[in-house]
């Protein structure tokens, strides 16, 4: 990095016993600011500590000198030192005679946006967000400057109080190429947003300090235009837009809307719930949380509707070492049901969760055949549990793990969308399959949804991508296809011939004539249909008990059709 901040033009305005004595000082490289308090101490404020700099209390001769030495105060009571990027702040008191100043060290730092250049180079927007003092401000100077030389874009800096491209009316080589106007006051900031994009054709606007309304709305307006936005904010975190009304509009705003019966409960939320009101006006954000460590959220979106909806989200941590390489890290807050789990990356965008089992890969691997004979019925079954497995009923899932076949834990954790919970549950409870449903996609092991609402549902695959989890769809939210879509995410072998736990499935009441009736159906496929090819017409059922024998059939793959008059319609099995 090469660091450029005309130190000793801002110690000359300060008075000489003072200036002598940070001149001198062995932290004069790392100097943050110098407070001079009316009636106090003076005392420089370095990156790691704080010391006074004379035990005699400042006077208000020494603050007029002061101000005589800088520029005219503007309306948001910040003045400058031409050609330089130093910030000299007033405190006034209530007759507006100034009796405080912090002297703030402005200084351009090439390089340091080392860690989010990738980022830059995308065209999306970024907000940064951070404490004061933690270098918003230089990191937005580097960023114009990067656009502008770098990757030849025009660039217009929205520089309200001459903080990023310093005092007067020649910007700071530190900016390069990018252009720069000035604010004549504070809240006319938004106007000049707007008037950059009309009057300039700008590719990219960078703003420091959106803090009204009017600046977000000036904000979203541009992003709409197509234009690239670079600013900060007020603000530590992505929460604290979220909660802020004035700001909230930065990340998307927020609305409260009320669900539907079906998806309140498949949510397992309340009715009523906050959701997102428009997609964000910035599109990256990143949380400065140290001058070498960021916090970058690639999607914003999806940062929001994830705190949203009560759960922790998992953007990637970004720092930067002594030799200047980038590491990259993510915290998963939950993985496979367990803790957290933490990957990490040397010099690499983006990173890569690192992950057990068939999310490494984002699919499944299936298993070499077992060389084993065949059977039938329920002892089939029974085996390729036990051997596929180690199951056994008397196992308690909830305290006992075991390899699966594509090397994830069991339990298996299944994320369900628009297929029936309460039959997912009867086929896991029926035939004693190691799964479990969970409602939340982060510990998810994979999803089972229905193959209709993932066509049509963009979000679904895009966080099923950035997941690494593997989608798995059915047709149709019934028996045949449930039981069959949990058998391949298990990759267990279908049997050819039902068991007695498979007909207890499409039972609905349970009664004699129900059993009868599938007993019947599931003899006509195994004696005649399958093995003789011919077609069979069952017995007059009532329609309830026909919609039973249809789903059997399913589940034997094969079709059937009603017909006749009520009370004579029956069913008749036709072979594959």
């Not at 009204?212 to 709305?217: D, F, R, S």
């Not at 949203?308 to 980038?326: A, I, W």
Request: hydrophobic letters at 40%; a negative charge; one cysteine or more.
């Amino acid at each position: 990095m090469t660091i450029t901040e005309d130190l000793q033009k801002l110690l000359d305005i300060l008075p000489q016993d003072l200036r002598q004595k940070l001149e001198h000082h062995p932290q004069r490289d790392n100097l943050v600011e110098v407070v001079l308090d009316l009636g106090r101490r003076p005392e420089a404020r370095f990156a790691d500590n704080a010391e006074y700099l004379s035990e005699t209390p400042v006077t208000q001769a020494q603050i007029d000198d002061c101000i005589q030495r800088v520029g005219t105060f503007g309306g948001d009571n910040r003045a400058g030192i031409e050609q330089t990027l130093h910030r000299i702040s007033a405190i006034r008191n209530r007759t507006g005679k100034i009796i405080g100043l912090t002297c703030r060290v402005g200084r351009a730092v090439f390089g340091t946006i080392g860690m989010i250049r990738d980022l830059v180079e995308t065209g999306k927007s970024i907000l940064m967000l951070g404490r004061p003092g933690v270098g918003k401000t230089t990191a937005l100077r580097e960023i114009a400057r990067v656009l502008a030389d770098d990757l030849n874009k025009r660039v217009v800096i929205i520089d309200t109080s001459n903080e990023i491209a310093g005092d007067g009316d020649i910007a700071h080589p530190a900016i390069g190429r990018a252009r720069r106007m000035q604010v004549a006051k504070p809240e006319l900031q938004h106007q000049v947003m707007i008037e950059a994009v009309e009057n300039h054709m700008p590719e990219v606007i960078v703003i420091d300090e959106i803090g009204t309304e009017l600046e977000a709305l000036a904000a979203r307006t541009i992003a709409e235009r197509g234009v690239q936005l670079v600013g900060t904010a007020h603000g530590n975190q992505i929460e604290n837009l979220i909660k802020n009304p004035t700001l909230s509009d930065l990340v998307g705003g927020i609305q409260a809307v009320t669900l539907g019966d079906d998806e309140a409960r498949r949510r397992g939320s309340q009715k009523t719930v906050l959701e997102r009101k428009a997609p964000p006006t910035f599109e990256i954000a990143v949380e400065m949380l140290e001058r070498q460590r960021w916090v970058v959220h690639e999607c914003v979106a999806d940062t929001v509707d994830t705190l949203l909806r009560g759960r922790q989200p998992n953007p990637q941590t970004r720092s930067v070492d002594e030799k200047g390489k980038v590491a990259i890290t993510r915290q998963l807050s939950v993985v496979n049901g367990r803790g957290g789990n933490l990957a990490s990356e040397q010099e690499s965008f983006p990173a890569v969760q690192q992950v057990n089992g068939w999310r490494a890969s984002g699919q499944m691997v299936a298993l070499p055949a077992l060389p084993v004979e065949r059977v039938t019925g329920r002892s089939e079954f029974d085996r390729l549990l036990d051997e596929s497995f180690n199951y056994s009923e008397t196992i308690d899932f909830s305290h006992t793990k075991s390899a699966g076949p594509n090397g994830e834990d069991l339990p298996l954790h299944i994320y369900p969308y628009g297929v029936s919970r309460h039959q997912l549950e009867q086929v896991i409870s029926v035939l004693t399959l190691p799964v479990v449903l969970t409602k939340d996609i982060d510990s998810a092991d994979a999803i089972l949804a229905l193959r209709s609402h993932v066509k049509n549902h963009a979000k679904l695959r895009q966080m099923a991508k950035a997941r690494h989890l593997p989608i798995h769809v059915i047709k149709s939210s019934t028996i045949p296809q449930i039981t069959r879509g949990l058998r391949r995410l298990l990759n267990i072998e279908e049997p050819e011939l039902a068991d007695d736990k498979e007909l207890q499935l499409f039972l609905h009441r349970g009664g004699d004539d129900e059993m009868d009736a599938l007993e019947e159906a599931r003899l006509a496929v195994e004696q005649i249909v399958i093995p003789k090819g011919q077609p069979v017409e069952l017995l007059p059922r009532s329609p309830q008990v026909r919609k039973m024998q249809h789903e059997l059939v399913e589940h034997y793959r094969l079709k059937s059709d009603s017909f006749g008059e009520e009370p004579n319609r029956r069913l008749r099995i036709y072979p594959a």
